[in-house]
């Protein structure tokens, strides 16, 4: 790439040839179908049937119709350009329950999906887990359990050993994280439990899946195939320099960011994350050899970024502000860290009121490549929500969006000048969907959905995304 400079944000930037330019989704937000072709309940689909937890009671039962409507969605993926298409296996799907046999239909599902990708020049990657637990192995305790990591890695196994002459790219997890503090902590995600011992327990269990779905995937693929995690890692700033504020800095990066870092890159946890949590859990759960078990060769590191987190020590005897940007729970999704508050970063803000502030993205990347040299990265996530509704003569236009990738691809740009190996960029989402808690009120997609007809519209931003994909050069946003 071309050396960054001062006028990097206005200069036409040129991308490597090869670079993937991509999209990305999630099983239970696009797909619907909830009840067919042997598909057994998630999480997910248990928590939009508990009042009060999804915004107007909404759910994923028919989401985009994606299962139904993949062949057009395909092509309207080829349509702009994409080069890769990031999409993630519904474990309900192709494993009813948890365990026991493959679906054949379920993984038919996913074998005409690739077969589809394949056939218009798309490479597939797919990620094994995107928060859809079978709701099964939720009455079994869930991520908190050990058995369940161990139930993730024969599904990986089953998924890799069906799917794997068609896809050769495969991440295990996508955002960890938000799977155990916002799931177990907060319990503003499925399952919606709020005991932060518990939310320990799952992310080390979700690490050790991790590690053990990496081995099965590897027993099972051809040689060739590559085999990441996609990380939603914090992108941390003090609210002043002082001390106290550097350690509250210290203390979300522990809970944030290297407790999966650690284990998965390094094969330990921080000390400090232990000493963090000790009023909370011994970590005995934490066994000998798991460790070694998580620490697997990556191919390439996925990484997750919407906006940046600044943060500080809450003043004595007052409650900590939590404007995190991860909904508005009861309880903390950061166990160890009670006395860090959150503070809304500065600058113009999207629908979900997160802070549009590309130079995170900057810091991620950059720091990653000082930090593991070697490591090939993936921006695996990054979009923005806007208030998107068509005009009168039926398009939707969408200039804030454009705005928003654009600054962030050239972010991508400057940071791959200054050293990180960043080998593609899937923006989220492909199409409007099912937005989690929020249900169908957050539009995140290149294509507008209307929830009534199903009807795909390309935005704006689609538009102007195609010709930089089909280029691979940074044009300046609004122009096609």
């Known amino acids: 790439m071309t050396p960054s400079d001062p006028g990097a944000a206005t200069a036409a930037l040129r991308f490597p040839a090869g670079f993937h330019w991509g999209a990305a989704t999630s099983a239970y937000q696009i797909e619907g179908a909830a009840a067919e072709d042997g598909r057994t309940p998630s999480i997910w689909d248990a928590f939009c049937r508990t009042p009060g937890k999804v915004h107007r009671g909404d759910t994923g039962d028919v989401a985009a119709d994606h299962y139904h409507r993949f062949r057009e969605d395909v092509r309207l993926m080829a349509e702009l350009g994409l080069t890769a298409y990031r999409f993630s296996i519904a474990w309900p799907r192709v494993r009813p329950t948890g365990r026991g046999p493959a679906s054949a239909r379920g993984l038919d599902f996913y074998r005409r999906l690739a077969d589809e990708l394949l056939a218009a020049g798309i490479t597939p990657v797919a990620t094994l887990y995107h928060w859809d637990l079978p709701q099964e192995l939720e009455e079994a305790g869930g991520w908190p359990e050990r058995r369940t990591a161990e139930h993730f890695a024969a599904y990986a196994a089953l998924a890799g050993e069906a ?3 068609r896809v050769t790219e495969w991440t295990t997890l996508n955002e960890p994280w938000c799977s155990a503090f916002l799931g177990y902590g907060s319990g503003v995600h499925a399952p919606g439990r709020t005991d932060p011992a518990a939310a320990l327990r799952a992310a080390h269990h979700l690490n050790l899946g991790h590690g053990l779905a990496v081995s099965a995937l590897r027993s099972v693929l051809p040689a060739g195939a590559r085999v990441s995690v996609a990380l939603n890692l914090h992108a941390l700033r003090p609210l002043t320099g002082s001390a106290a504020d550097r350690d509250a800095v210290r203390r979300i990066d522990a809970v944030g960011n290297r407790v999966f870092l650690g284990p998965m890159l390094d094969g330990r946890y921080p000390e400090d994350l232990f000493a963090d949590t000790a009023q909370l859990t011994d970590w005995s759960f934490v066994r000998p050899g798991d460790p070694a078990a998580i620490h697997q060769p990556l191919d390439w590191l996925g990484v997750n970024y919407y906006t940046p987190a600044v943060v500080s020590a809450a003043p004595e005897g007052a409650d900590p502000a939590r404007e995190d940007g ?22 113009e803000r999207t629908a979900m009121d997160w802070a549009v502030d590309a130079s995170g993205l900057y810091e991620l990347l950059t720091g990653l490549a000082r930090s593991r040299p070697g490591l090939p990265l993936m921006v695996t996530e990054n979009g923005a929500a806007y208030p998107d509704e068509p005009g009168p003569d039926g398009t939707v236009d969408d200039p ?47 294509v507008h959905v209307d929830y009534r007809t199903l009807a795909r519209t390309p935005k704006s931003s689609a538009r102007w995304y195609a010709r930089v994909a089909r280029s691979g050069v940074l044009h300046p946003p609004g122009t096609v």
């Open 163 to 165: 799917l794997g002459d």
């Open 326 to 347: 991860h909904g508005a729970g009861g309880a903390s999704p950061w166990p160890g860290a009670d006395r860090v508050a959150f503070h809304q970063a500065p600058g």
């Open 400 to 446: 804030d969006r454009s705005a928003y990738v654009h600054a962030h691809l050239a972010a991508l740009h400057r940071a791959a000048a200054d050293g990180a190996d960043v080998r593609g960029y899937f923006l989220w989402s492909l199409l409007d969907n099912f937005e989690w808690a929020y249900g169908y009120a957050r539009r995140f997609g290149l």
